[in-house]
């Protein structure tokens, strides 16, 4: 089943603000400041047809900038897993328009 861009961003942008607001708890339960969370990726299944279409890489490049721009300093890290030859490609493309500092936390 194919979803819209808009329905792919409006889902990732809903788990980041869900982890958002499992910070604010977190803070409130711990009395201290809980402001970071690590993200898991699986790319298993990537394949250069999905690396190779357009939307996919404008879909990355939209999240990453909306995640910097509304999110900073959020991320603690992310994992890639599973990562294919061809997820590798795109990210190394992708890597050079995003933040320098975003790019170092994801592994």
């Known amino acids: 089943t194919c979803i819209s861009r808009e329905d792919f961003m409006n889902f990732t942008l809903r788990i980041v ?46 999240l990453i900038s909306v995640c910097q721009a509304n999110y900073p300093e959020t991320l603690k890290a992310a994992y890639i897993i599973n990562a294919s030859k061809a997820f590798q490609l795109l990210f190394r493309i992708i890597k050079s328009v995003a933040d320098q500092s975003t790019v170092r936390k994801i592994q």
């Open 17 to 62: 603000e869900s982890s958002v607001l499992m910070m604010r708890k977190q803070s409130l339960i711990l009395q201290k400041p809980v402001s970071q969370h690590v993200f898991i990726f699986d790319m298993e299944g990537f394949s250069v047809k999905d690396a190779s279409f357009s939307p996919t890489v404008e879909i990355l490049q939209r």
